[in-house]
């Protein structure tokens, strides 16, 4: 089936007569005028319901007598435009929900036609659900820029006066990409909206959106706020969920950043005791908490001891998992502590590495700025120089400039070469 062809009432006809190779007058009989059949066919007028059967009948008794099958029905025959766009965008948005997986570009293209379509037949609701629909395949395959832009043009479609499921599953999703761009403040609005309006939302909703706000509040550094929205949420989760861990280890973030470091020991012990040691992302990232964890608590032998577990245990990591930039870039992190600058560089290179291949930018930039920070101490320019080019590229492919590696770059060049720091300052202002 060609998805993209709604038919009018007159090329319907005109296709019947041309398929069974009959006259107008032929397919009026006696019950209807030949007249109303060209004023159909050109468009002047609709068919009705009477005139639908009228038609059908006079088919099917020329049918009898010139021996062919009519596949033709009334319905087909009242079956409007706006119905047939509705059956199109149906068929489009099944497609997509069976690509919203796929790898291989069949739902950009797919998506590309439905878009087109789309500029003809501006159906709301099916509108809505292919914009969702993108923004999950983006999101999907760490596009989040993109996701960002489905998942907002799918909310602009919602009126706000009208709360319903559509608007909450939204919030989520949007509370969700917003956290993964940088854009805490936005996770914030969407959880708050939610949290607010919503007041008989699903349990499992309300726990995705206190963890979510919970984790915005933490990363632009109001733990009070954050420790709020984590209490809500542990009281509200089933301890068996998977979910509770997420929410245990955010919670033992949080005492780490108030310097709580023998609550936040507490909290990672508890979730050693919980994962499952087979996964060894999350076995990792709780050693490292732990390690860090023990070193700012002033018991540097065991988190020494700690670490050493983590390195023994690094060969198992699985490198195609989300989470492995983020182990790699903790371990340079401490690696810096102790002063190991080689192996410093190591980490975070590979982490850079990681984080770019999974698009997670955010991530990216932070790694960038430690980089330059290392790079500042040895006197390294040749390198520095690599990361340069390297915060150049990211800020084109994410169409803004991270402030903080502008000004460390700009200090460093002006220090080491004017020239470049000149050369920094005019690619940050273009932005």
């Known amino acids: 089936m060609e998805k993209c062809i709604v038919i009018s009432d007159g090329d319907k006809l005109k296709a019947i007569r041309k398929k069974y190779n009959l006259k107008q007058d032929e397919i009026s009989g006696k019950d209807i005028t030949r007249n109303l059949i060209s004023e159909i066919e050109t468009n002047k007028a609709s068919i009705t319901k009477k005139t639908a059967e009228v038609i059908i009948k006079n088919l099917t008794e020329l049918a009898k007598q010139k021996d062919f099958k009519v596949t033709e029905t009334v319905e087909y025959l009242m079956e409007n435009q706006v119905l047939q766009a509705n059956k199109v965008l149906d068929d489009y948005i099944e497609e997509?929900?069976?690509?919203?997986?796929?790898?291989?570009?069949s739902f950009i293209e797919t998506l590309k036609k439905a878009e087109v379509f789309l500029i003809d037949w501006d159906i709301k609701d099916k509108k809505l659900k292919i914009y969702e629909l993108a923004g999950d395949y983006f999101c999907n395959n760490n596009e989040i820029y993109k996701s960002v832009v489905y998942y907002e043009k799918a909310s602009a479609l919602l009126s706000r006066m009208f709360l319903d499921k559509e608007r909450l599953i939204l919030s989520r999703k949007l509370s969700i990409v917003y956290g993964r761009m940088g854009n805490y403040e936005k996770t914030i609005e969407c959880c708050e909206f939610a949290l607010s309006c919503f007041q008989d939302m699903p349990l499992k909703d309300k726990v995705i959106l206190r963890y979510n706000n919970a984790l915005a509040y933490k990363l632009i550094n109001n733990l009070e706020l954050a420790m709020k929205n984590i209490d809500i949420s542990e009281k509200l989760v089933d301890k068996n969920d998977a979910m509770y861990i997420k929410i245990?280890?955010?919670?033992?973030?949080?005492f780490y950043e108030m310097k709580r470091y023998e609550e936040a020991i507490g909290v990672f012990n508890e979730i050693w005791r919980l994962i499952d040691k087979n996964e060894k992302d999350k076995c990792l990232i709780n050693l490292?908490?732990?390690?860090?964890?023990?070193?700012?608590?002033?018991?540097?032998?065991?988190?020494?001891?700690?670490?050493?577990?983590?390195?023994?245990?690094?060969?198992?990591?699985?490198?195609?998992?989300?989470?492995?930039?983020?182990?790699?870039?903790?371990?340079?992190?401490i690696y810096?502590?102790?002063?190991?600058?080689?192996?410093?560089?190591?980490?975070?290179?590979?982490?850079?590495?990681?984080?770019?291949?999974?698009?997670?930018?955010?991530?990216?930039?932070?790694?960038?700025?430690?980089?330059?920070?290392?790079y500042t101490i040895t006197k390294n320019g040749d390198k520095m120089d690599n990361i340069k080019e390297t915060a150049f590229r990211l800020a084109n492919v994410q169409c803004k400039v991270n402030n903080d590696i502008m000004y460390k770059l700009i200090v460093f060049y002006t220090e080491n070469n004017k020239a470049i720091a000149n050369q920094v300052a005019k690619f940050a202002l273009n932005f």
């Open 248 to 254: 245990l280890n955010n919670k033992g973030n949080c």
């Open 288 to 333: 490292i908490n732990i390690v860090n964890s023990y070193w700012y608590s002033g018991m540097k032998d065991k988190s020494i001891e700690s670490f050493n577990a983590v390195i023994k245990e690094l060969p198992n990591l699985n490198n195609s998992g989300l989470c492995v930039a983020n182990i790699y870039f903790e371990i340079g992190k």
């Open 96 to 105: 997509l929900n069976t690509l919203v997986i796929s790898k291989d570009g």
């Open 336 to 374: 810096a502590r102790l002063d190991k600058f080689d192996l410093t560089e190591e980490y975070y290179l590979k982490a850079l590495d990681f984080s770019e291949k999974q698009k997670n930018y955010v991530l990216a930039n932070n790694i960038l700025s430690h980089l330059i920070e290392l």
